[in-house]
């Protein structure tokens, strides 16, 4: 959920770790790793959760990792 820059930007963020984020899921290789909810989804990739209303990201915004 989120504007498409967002989506982009979490989609960019998994890639870098080595995951793949689609409309399903979180995969690794052919594995679920999370898409019960979107909380797991942060959660996995180790990024501050942020809620829809405020998913109205610019390109230039990237996901918050935690301590970070």
């Not at 498409?4 to 399903?24: D, H, T």
Request: with cysteine.
């Amino acid at each position: 959920t989120g504007n498409p820059a967002f989506r982009i930007s979490m989609a960019a963020e998994a890639k870098r770790q080595g995951y793949k984020l689609n409309a399903r899921g979180l995969w690794h290789r052919n594995e679920l790793i999370a898409g019960r909810c979107e909380e797991h989804i942060f959660d996995a990739l180790d990024l501050d959760y942020v809620p829809p209303r405020a998913r109205n990201f610019k390109m230039d915004r990237q996901p918050l990792r935690r301590n970070g």
